[in-house]
């Protein structure tokens, strides 16, 4: 018989601890990356949505209590959305909670992350933007800096399952990597940059 207290779940990390975030969010601020939204950043997230065909795309970045789109896109939208907190509807807003989302555990994984049903999955069937935002299906990858440090991640995100497959992965690692490229090239271009 279990005990009054047992909790079924309570077996399961629903949000993995971060034991980076700290030490992250320094290297993000020698990147000159903080909590504002980067044209950049919303150009590639717009052209990740084309390439992948998802109606969600967001280069995402972490601290200790939340998740920030530096870059973002969304569904019928020529731009990226205007920044604003996340909100309990469709239209995603550019900050996240740590505990809502799968950008979180592929952060701590390290590796890519391809939920094409969410849903099948009693670990991320759970989460609250299945039922806030209506998310069933979700593709990531991390963003590892040339320090070793995962800096955030880039992913795509569909309200209704999809069949990503191996080549979903391939493009959202590959995709990853060439994100990553471009930060250490603006790293180059903001240590050129003379301090007044």
């Known amino acids: 018989m279990f005990p009054t207290s047992y909790d079924p779940t309570g077996h399961l990390l629903l949000t993995p601890e971060d034991r980076e975030a700290p030490a992250r969010v320094t290297r993000l601020r020698e990147l000159g990356i903080g909590d504002a939204p980067v044209p950049e950043f919303d150009d590639f997230a717009r052209r990740l949505a084309r390439i992948t065909g998802a109606p969600y795309a967001m280069v995402n970045f972490m601290d200790e209590h939340r998740q920030y789109f530096a870059g973002l896109y969304t569904p019928g939208s020529d731009r990226a959305v205007e920044p604003g907190p996340a909100q309990a509807s469709p239209r995603a807003g550019r900050v996240m909670a740590c505990d809502h989302g799968y950008c979180p555990h592929v952060v701590v994984r390290r590796k890519a992350l391809v939920l094409e049903d969410v849903c099948d999955y009693p670990r991320f069937a759970g989460n609250p933007v299945v039922d806030e935002i209506g998310i069933r299906s979700y593709l990531g990858a991390p963003l590892i800096d040339r320090t070793g440090m995962v800096l955030g991640t880039v992913c795509v995100v569909a309200q209704e399952p999809r069949p990503w497959g191996r080549q979903g992965l ?19 271009g903001v240590r050129a940059t003379p301090v007044p």
């Open 170 to 188: 391939e493009t959202i690692k590959s995709t990853a990597a060439e994100l990553v490229e471009r930060i250490h090239r603006r790293e180059r």
